[in-house]
């Protein structure tokens, strides 16, 4: 089993929708967990950290479920600029901090 | 405000040719640096971590090496590229003040012919 899993996707959606990311993650130790959305031939950039009681930035909201090692991304009302891969990332700390990338998930929205 | 710097932006190298990618962080001390690569339409590859200078903990197996001569200078190298080392060299930094959030570097672009 890989150490974190997301749908691929591609999610294609129209403007104004609502879509929710998926991710589970292997290790029941994982301590931090985070979404980044990566836009084409670009850099990876952080989208907001997840907390255990779930947090809300604007039109996007995390939600961290560790019994089930669950992680959810949820974007309302999607825009234009909402297209890019998004990123589930978690830290499983061992003798060395490690940080585990998620294959992403492909988000377009179209007009 | 920390800053994270990569060059060259994009690189074509010969099969066979030596490749030197050099990645500096400015604005915080002592952090942990990576070294990741993508391949086209893939998930990020973790190559190299290090937790100071002079260490240096290697991911996956490969010809390329990684060397940290400065605590925010991380150099990524290879004596002869393969075909399979094209892809998108991504340099990123963390500290663990901020739950190891990573924060990445523009990325290099290499294509090896």
């Known amino acids: 089993r890989k150490e974190v899993e997301q749908d691929p996707g591609p999610f294609n959606v129209p403007e104004g929708a609502t879509v929710a990311f998926n991710c589970t993650y292997s290790n029941s130790a994982s301590q931090s967990f985070f979404w980044y959305r990566q836009d084409c031939r670009k850099e990876p950039k952080l989208l907001m950290s997840?907390?255990?009681s779930g947090n809300e930035d604007g039109r996007f909201t995390a939600q961290l479920n560790r019994a089930s090692q669950y992680i959810s991304l949820l974007i309302r009302d999607s825009k234009l600029s909402d297209s890019a891969t998004y990123l589930c990332?978690?830290?499983?700390?061992?003798?060395?901090?490690?940080?585990?990338f998620g294959p992403g998930t492909s988000l377009s929205v179209i007009p | 405000s920390q800053t994270i710097h990569q060059w060259p932006a994009t690189l074509v190298q010969p099969v066979g040719s030596p490749l030197s990618l050099e990645c500096t962080v400015e604005?915080?001390?002592?952090?942990?640096l990576y070294w990741y690569r993508q391949a086209a339409g893939r998930g990020l590859q973790l190559l190299f971590y290090?937790?100071?200078?002079?260490?240096i903990s290697s991911e996956v197996p490969q010809n390329l090496s990684a060397s940290r001569p400065q605590d925010r200078q991380f150099i990524l190298s290879s004596k002869k590229l393969l075909l399979s080392d094209s892809g998108f060299y991504l340099c990123a930094w963390s500290v663990w003040v901020r739950g190891e959030t990573q924060y990445f570097g523009p990325g290099t672009r290499l294509l090896v012919l």
């Open positions: 604005g915080t001390s002592n952090p942990n």
């Open positions: 990332v978690v830290n499983s700390k061992t003798s060395y901090d490690k940080v585990i």
């Open positions: 997840v907390y255990s």
């Open positions: 290090s937790v100071g200078i002079g260490q």
